[in-house]
């Protein structure tokens, strides 16, 4: 069996919201591991709505932390 390497579609805007859930999932990574990440500041940079909702990235994030391979 061949595992595909993770790639973000073309067609995904840079300036897209992914929410930290939605992160996890697309990178198929436990969201005990990202948070762990966060905590180590290691990952994509993370935002939260309104200075104290919900985690989120943008798919910018998204490209620039595949293409380092973190």
Do not use: H
Not at 32 to 46: A, D, I, M, Q, S
Not at 47 to 68: D, M, Q
């Amino acid at each position: 069996m061949t595992i595909a390497p993770i790639s973000v579609p073309d067609d995904w805007d840079d300036n897209g919201i992914l929410l930290f859930e939605d992160f996890c999932a697309f990178i198929r990574t436990p969201q005990r591991t990202v948070r762990e990440w966060r905590r180590l500041k290691r990952g994509p940079r993370w935002w939260r709505f309104n200075g104290n909702g919900r985690l989120y990235t943008t798919v910018a994030e998204l490209r620039r932390f595949l293409k380092a391979g973190e």
